[in-house]
């Protein structure tokens, strides 16, 4: 009886030990709880097939479709044609409903070493140094962005524009990390960032408010004290909360300008300084590098690893991203297509850039087959020098190390 209620006593002890270091650890780093059961969710959810063998067949017969393809060629040329008439002005277009005006943007730039708060945006023992290591942060609303400038005074520069998942501290992805000193030593300075309210981003102002639509039904003095919702008890940032965004000010901008902002002006502060200019970006983060390289064209070359797909090829059950790609004015208004072939063109219209799209042919996020080679088809149909499209045979959800190798330094 007695060694029952030792080992009894022994398991609620260990039990309790172990519950008191997972809480610790959460504490120590936010994500900890949420990454945890992340990996074991995704670990057995994907191992399913995305669809069974007769939904596949069905969505492929519908995307293979004659009619359908004709359809998609005509609409995506008609699109094609008019940016290529007059790309600058269709720049000038977005940008007055898509970035927010400079004056009310703070744009800093300070070293590493110079500020010890901000070095808790970077994990321990990733730089050997700090020196030569920069801070660029932008702020309006109280929203905040961080880019980090690794500067070894090149004329050429690499960004990075982490994602959603496993990329959003760029710092502590694998691929990235071992990319980024392929690129260093040839030549190139290296600027990471990350999605609005993610990795770099997620130490934000508890002031963070920003205006929002009167007529709508919902109570703007809530909305502008929190910008947060809980998952496993912490707090993770929600793009959700964008879409009610209303600044009679400027009542032109629209909800999106406050995701692409922060990076865009981050980019432009230090754009001048480099000859060449290459972005990159997964998921989220590739989105991100679609619709930045449109509007900067200063970046030559540009890939995004699984960031979109035209609104004809978008699986609607899996579209959980309001702002970034539908249910909002801005997506009534566009199509990528207009942000793929805006890519293409500088910014005296000339077409001397390149937009490269990436997907994975066993990719179990985003984009997978049929519809990714579906749209590659039509994309090759419509012949926009500069619009590459690529489905490269991977399992995972990650950018190419070598594809990006190859392309960049070759």
């Given amino acids: 009886m007695n060694s029952k209620k030792l080992i009894i006593a022994f398991t609620f002890t260990t039990l309790l030990i172990l519950s008191f270091l997972f809480g610790f650890m959460s504490y120590r780093n936010q994500n900890f709880a949420y990454g945890l059961i992340?990996?074991?969710?995704?670990?057995?959810?994907?191992?399913?097939?995305?669809?069974?063998?007769?939904?596949?067949?069905?969505?492929?017969?519908?995307?293979?479709?004659?009619?359908?393809?004709?359809?998609?060629?005509?609409?995506?040329?008609?699109?094609?044609?008019?940016?290529?008439?007059?790309?600058?002005?269709f720049r000038e277009e977005i940008l007055k409903k898509a970035?927010?005006?400079?004056?009310?943007?703070?744009?800093?730039?300070?070293?590493?070493?110079?500020?010890?708060?901000?070095?808790?945006?970077?994990?321990?023992?990733v730089f050997k140094s700090l020196d030569n290591k920069f801070l660029i942060s932008t702020k309006y609303y109280g929203i905040k962005h961080f880019g980090i400038l690794e500067k070894e005074n090149n004329k050429k520069l690499f960004i990075f524009n982490g994602g959603h998942g496993e990329s959003k501290n760029p710092l502590e992805y694998k691929k990235f990390i071992k990319l980024k000193q392929e690129l260093k030593n040839n030549g190139f300075d290296i600027l990471s960032l990350s999605m609005s309210g993610y990795g770099y981003n997620v130490f934000q102002d508890k002031n963070m408010s920003f205006p929002v639509n009167q007529n709508s039904n919902i109570y703007s003095n809530s909305l502008n004290k929190s910008f947060d919702y809980?998952?496993?008890?912490?707090?993770?940032?929600?793009?959700?909360?964008?879409?009610?965004?209303?600044?009679?000010?400027?009542?032109e901008k629209y909800?999106?300008?406050?995701?692409?902002?922060?990076?865009?002006?981050?980019?432009?502060?230090?754009?001048?300084?480099?000859?060449e200019i290459v972005m990159a970006g997964l998921s989220?983060?590739?989105?991100?590098?679609?619709?930045?390289?449109?509007?900067?064209?200063?970046?030559?070359?540009?890939?995004?690893?699984?960031?979109?797909?035209?609104?004809?090829?978008?699986?609607?059950?899996?579209?959980?991203?309001?702002?970034?790609?539908?249910?909002?004015?801005?997506?009534?208004?566009?199509?990528?297509?207009?942000?793929?072939?805006?890519?293409?063109?500088?910014?005296?219209?000339?077409?001397n850039r390149e937009h490269n799209l990436i997907y994975g042919a066993k990719d179990r996020?985003?984009?997978?087959?049929?519809?990714?080679?579906?749209?590659?088809?039509?994309?090759?149909?419509?012949?926009?020098?500069?619009?590459?499209?690529?489905?490269?045979?991977?399992?995972?959800?990650?950018?190419?190390v070598e594809f990006l190798k190859e392309k960049i330094i070759n």
């Fill in 255 to 275: 909800p999106i300008s406050l995701m692409l902002s922060g990076n865009y002006y981050i980019i432009k502060k230090i754009e001048n300084n480099y000859d």
């Fill in 99 to 125: 970035i927010l005006p400079k004056k009310i943007v703070t744009i800093k730039i300070v070293g590493l070493n110079d500020n010890h708060k901000l070095q808790e945006l970077i994990p321990k023992n």
């Fill in 38 to 89: 992340a990996k074991v969710y995704y670990f057995f959810e994907l191992q399913k097939p995305n669809l069974n063998k007769q939904g596949y067949q069905e969505i492929k017969t519908y995307l293979e479709n004659h009619e359908f393809i004709n359809y998609q060629k005509l609409y995506a040329k008609e699109i094609y044609d008019s940016i290529k008439e007059n790309p600058v002005s």
């Fill in 365 to 400: 996020c985003c984009f997978f087959p049929p519809h990714s080679p579906s749209f590659s088809k039509v994309a090759d149909m419509v012949s926009a020098d500069g619009l590459d499209v690529f489905i490269l045979e991977k399992n995972d959800h990650n950018i190419d």
């Fill in 230 to 251: 809980p998952v496993f008890g912490k707090k993770r940032f929600s793009h959700f909360i964008y879409q009610h965004f209303f600044d009679d000010n400027y009542p």
């Fill in 284 to 351: 989220g983060g590739a989105w991100q590098t679609t619709m930045i390289s449109s509007l900067l064209p200063k970046i030559k070359h540009s890939y995004s690893f699984a960031g979109s797909l035209p609104n004809a090829y978008r699986s609607l059950e899996s579209i959980p991203h309001p702002v970034e790609s539908n249910n909002s004015k801005f997506w009534y208004e566009y199509d990528f297509w207009h942000f793929y072939f805006l890519s293409l063109f500088d910014e005296k219209g000339f077409q």
